[in-house]
Nanobody, 123 residues
Framework: QVQLEESGGGLVQAGGSLRLSCAVSGRTRGSYAMAWFRQAPGKERTFVGQINWIGGSTYYADSVQDRFTISRNSAKTSMTLQMNNLKPEDTAVYYC????????????????WGQGTQVTVSS
């Protein structure tokens, strides 16, 4: 079992920055893929980006490439999502998720989820 808890959401103006954190606990040894997803009102949950928990490699959705950065601490107890140059269309509930190392960009690939944190970007 892996437990995930997000924090750091809030209200920010367009062009601003926000940093989300995901506290990771439980059975975290082994190879995992850790990811961020987001879900806007009335829309499906979509992939934001992913980090390989062992190797640290990352990849991102095209919509956030070059604006968002995912990182983890060396103890592998926390993952962050640094969001820069935010746009109103980034408004959503953001979730962190954990799954097998081969997990891709689909929610169904992931076994564990946090409760989500709201990010609102005003124009």
């Amino acid at each position: 079992q892996v437990q995930l808890e997000e924090s750091g959401g809030g209200l920010v103006q367009a062009g601003g920055s926000l940093r989300l954190s995901c506290a990771v606990s439980g059975r975290t040894r082994g190879s995992y893929a850790m990811a961020w997803f987001r879900q806007a009102p009335g829309k499906e949950r979509t992939f934001v980006g992913q980090i390989n928990w062992i190797g640290g490699s990352t990849y991102y959705a095209d919509s956030v490439q070059d604006r968002f950065t995912i990182s983890r601490n060396s103890a592998k107890t926390s993952m962050t999502l640094q969001m820069n140059n935010l746009k109103p269309e980034d408004t959503a509930v953001y979730y962190c998720a954990a799954g097998p190392a081969e997990s891709g960009g689909w929610p169904k690939d992931y076994n564990y989820w946090g409760q989500g944190t709201q990010v609102t970007v005003s124009s």
